[in-house]
């Protein structure tokens, strides 16, 4: 069986530092590489961080229902997963990570109710603003609006299994392995003590309090915290 872990973030959170680790650590786990209308950025190269493709390629595709979900992402571009790395996955007979944003992940959840979500948070907002400025790839305009898009994506985290705040990244990168493993053990009917511990303490309802300084530094309240 193949199980489906679904990750976002604002973009700048360290959404594709964890992602990177926890390929290197975690066996028998694919991850699905994106097709995108946007440029590439820095050293990224076609068929590895995404396949950069052009509007019209991008619509053929939409035509050809060749994607397992897609959306317009910043309102600016395209960003899809196409079905086959499902296909391949189950033929593998691997789990499959995805890198998606918050309506592809509402898509995915639809079409497949059992995918685990995961939602990473910066641990504030100028800590987001210090590591997309950090990070040195895109101009003062993006970044502008990747912090303004940050404000309106983090009030979806709700919709997710796990929240993680992306503070220090070994302890994250710990954490993911741990909601990885615990997931993928436990529709195996089994269960490590251990994993399970550590997973559980990033659950949606054990970190509510905990994401209210967070939510409060991009102006916004956390539903459901007393
Ligand atoms: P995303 O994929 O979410 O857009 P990146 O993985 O590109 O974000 O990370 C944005 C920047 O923040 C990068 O320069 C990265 O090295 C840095 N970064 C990632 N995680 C951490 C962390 N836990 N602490 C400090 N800096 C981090
Ligand atoms: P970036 O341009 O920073 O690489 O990604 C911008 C956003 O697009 C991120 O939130 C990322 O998760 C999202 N994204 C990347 N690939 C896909 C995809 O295939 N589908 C959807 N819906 N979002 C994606």
């Known amino acids: 069986m193949t199980n489906v872990f679904i990750i976002s973030a604002p973009s700048g959170s360290g959404k594709s530092t964890l992602v990177n680790e926890i390929r290197q650590m975690v066996r028998n786990l694919s991850f699905s590489i994106s097709y995108t209308t946007r440029k590439p950025r820095g ?57 998606i944003d918050v309506q592809g992940a509402e898509q995915i959840k639809s079409k497949l109710p059992d995918a685990v979500s995961i939602f990473i948070l910066p641990p504030n907002r100028s800590e987001l603003e210090q590591r997309l ?42 954490a993911l392995e741990a909601i990885l493993l615990s997931e ?19 659950r949606l309802e054990n970190v509510r309090q905990r994401l209210q300084p967070i939510l409060q530094s991009f ?8």
């Open 43 to 99: 050293s990224e190269q076609d068929g590895r961080e995404y396949f950069f493709i052009s509007r019209e390629e991008f619509e053929s595709m939409i035509c050809k229902d060749e994607f397992l979900e897609y959306a317009r992402v910043f309102e600016t571009d395209y960003y899809g997963t196409a079905q086959r790395f499902l296909k391949k996955a189950k033929e593998e007979g691997k789990d499959l990570l995805l890198d």
């Open 133 to 174: 400025r950090g990070r040195s790839q895109d101009s003062e305009t993006v970044i502008q609006r990747r912090l303004h898009e940050a404000g309106r994506e983090i009030v979806n985290y709700e919709k997710y299994d796990y929240i993680l705040v992306n503070d220090r990244l070994d302890e994250s990168v710990k």
């Open 184 to 202: 993928r053990l436990k529709r195996q009917g089994r269960t490590d003590a251990g994993l399970s511990a550590t997973a559980e303490k990033y």
């Open 219 to 226: 102006g916004k309240t956390a539903a459901g915290v007393k």
